[in-house]
C-alpha cells in the first residue's frame, strides 16, 4: 500500500474543481508545509513541441515543483513547461503553514 493510497478514494468529478494541497491536507493528513521550485530555460524535445503545437527547437521553462510536507517528506511533483510567449507568468504563491 502507497503513502497515498486514499487518493483512490477521493470522490471528485471531473466537473469539479480540484486543490492538491487541500485534498492531501484535509483528506489525507498530509498538509503542505512549503514548495521549492527549480526553473530552467530548456530546449523543447520534438515529442513536446508536438504538443505544445509548437515550432521544434523551441525553447521555454521548465518549472518542477516540489510539496515538502512535515520533516522534509515530499507529498507532490509537478513538471510545467512554458513555451516562449508575451505573456507574465506569475509565480506568486500563497501557502497557509500549519502548525499542529
Not at 34 to 43: A, E, L, M, N, Y
Not at 45 to 52: A, F, T, V
Given at each position: 500500500m502507497s503513502r497515498f493510497s486514499g487518493l483512490r478514494r477521493v470522490d471528485h468529478g471531473p466537473e469539479q474543481s480540484v486543490n492538491l494541497r487541500r485534498i492531501l491536507d484535509e483528506d489525507l493528513g498530509a498538509p503542505t508545509i512549503?514548495?521549492?521550485?527549480?526553473?530552467?530555460?530548456?530546449?523543447f524535445?520534438?515529442?513536446?513541441?508536438?504538443?505544445?503545437s509548437i515550432d521544434y527547437g523551441s525553447t521555454g521553462l521548465?518549472?518542477?515543483a516540489v510539496?515538502?510536507?512535515y520533516g522534509g517528506v515530499?507529498?507532490?511533483f509537478h513538471r510545467i513547461l512554458v513555451p516562449s510567449s508575451d505573456y507574465t507568468l506569475d509565480m506568486t504563491q500563497d501557502i497557509?503553514?500549519?502548525i499542529d
Open positions: 512549503g514548495v521549492t521550485q527549480h526553473i530552467k530555460i530548456v530546449k524535445p520534438n515529442e513536446i513541441c508536438d504538443q505544445l521548465r518549472i518542477d510539496g515538502n510536507g515530499a507529498n507532490f497557509n503553514v500549519r
